[in-house]
């Protein structure tokens, strides 16, 4: 069974309604459904929504909850989107180093964010060789000072190559809330030590070992 209701070309079908506050009333090419005397939800004649009326928000926008005890609102989308990105590599550079702290590689990239309470993914790639008796160890700094405080050994290390005299991969990805201000330009840099006697970082004879460049590319992330 089914109730039909039908308007006219001239006339509207008729509303339906539980007493004067609530009900669903159909008009010209849109439907209003009615709770407390206010519209809630209407759809107009394209199909729109209306929250709280004909409020349809703007193109690109997206319906966001507001929990259980609040109406939904229309706002912008705006969770994971890249807002930028920069990437500085070092070709064929042979690092060397016998420091069992950290000191900086020379791989800097420098940045201006567009939001100051984004967050930023980091890219790092080289090569390392290791000394036979020890392990390259890679950190990552902003501005030439340890991501969060706190010791130095509790830096973003990366991947840690060693305890065998051959070239290796060495890399790494980073998910980081950067203290930053948005217009404003900072830097990361790539810090390295080692435990043995002598470590490289990335290739330097390409002769002998290849055609290689060591990258570091930073892409902000919206909140």
């Avoid at 929250?51 to 706002?75: C, D, E, F, R």
């Avoid at 160890?137 to 902003?142: D, V």
């Avoid at 948005?182 to 990335?202: H, N, V």
Wanted: some cysteine; overall charge negative.
């Amino acid at each position: 069974m089914a109730i039909k209701l039908q308007g006219t070309n001239s006339a509207a079908a008729p509303g339906l309604t539980n007493d004067g506050n609530d009900g669903v009333a159909v008009g010209t090419d849109s439907i209003d459904l009615s709770i407390g005397g206010a519209s809630k939800f209407k759809v107009g004649s394209a199909g729109q929504l209306g929250i709280g009326g004909a409020n349809y928000g703007t193109t690109g926008q997206v319906l966001k909850s507001a929990g259980a005890s609040a109406a939904p609102t229309w706002g912008t989308d705006t969770g994971g989107k890249v807002l930028g990105m920069a990437t500085a590599s070092v070709a064929e550079t042979s690092r060397t180093t016998s420091s069992t702290s950290y000191i900086d590689s020379g791989l800097e990239v420098v940045y201006t964010p567009t939001a100051s309470n984004s967050k930023a993914l980091i890219f790092f790639e080289s090569q390392a060789l290791p000394a036979s008796n020890g392990y390259t160890y890679i950190a990552l700094r902003q501005a030439d000072g340890i991501i969060g405080g706190g010791a130095a050994d509790t830096e973003y290390v990366g991947k840690i190559v060693g305890n065998g005299y051959d070239w290796g991969d060495c890399s790494f990805t980073a998910y980081i809330t950067p203290t930053w201000t948005a217009g404003t330009a900072t830097s990361f840099q790539i810090y390295w030590k080692t435990d043995g006697t002598t470590g490289y970082l990335g290739w330097g004879d390409a002769s002998s070992s290849g055609h290689y460049a060591d990258y570091l590319t930073i892409q902000e992330i919206a909140a």
